[in-house]
């Protein structure tokens, strides 16, 4: 089993930056965390949650076209941990964002993929 641990959402305006964080602890399957695949999803009031990024097991990165160039993902495997580094805030991009893990997971973009969730963490951003 693996437990997910979102922290670093909050309200910030317009071009403004945030950090989320994602812990992770439990071994899946008696595996690493390096053998998981991480993702970032997301979903805002009224809308069906989507996939914003994500980092495979393998180190590949994955983004949704609409928050590429200014999210960043990436991960500390010593640390069992997972950042999105989200630059140039929008108002569009206020939802809740979840951490997802999956183990050795190679499609990497679709939330029915993956076992494992955080409880997720607001952003909220004004204009």
């Known amino acids: 089993q693996v437990q997910l641990v979102e922290s670093g959402g909050g309200l910030v305006q317009a071009g403004d930056s945030l950090r989320l964080s994602c812990a992770a602890s439990?071994?899946?399957?008696?595996?690493?965390?390096?053998?998981?695949?991480l993702g970032w999803f997301r979903q805002a009031p009224g809308k069906e949650r989507e996939f914003v990024a994500s980092?495979?097991?393998?180190?590949?990165?994955y983004y949704a076209d609409s928050v590429k160039g200014r999210f960043t993902v990436s991960r500390d495997n010593a640390k069992n941990t997972m950042s999105l580094l989200m630059n140039n805030l929008k108002p569009e991009d206020t939802a809740v964002y979840y951490c997802?893990?999956?183990?050795?997971?190679?499609?990497?973009?679709?939330?029915?993929?993956?076992?494992?969730w955080g409880q997720g963490t607001q952003v909220t951003v004004s204009s």
């Open positions: 980092m495979l097991w393998t180190g590949a990165t």
């Open positions: 997802a893990a999956q183990l050795r997971l190679n499609v990497a973009t679709s939330d029915s993929l993956y076992g494992y």
């Open positions: 439990g071994r899946p399957s008696g595996r690493p965390f390096s053998s998981l695949t």
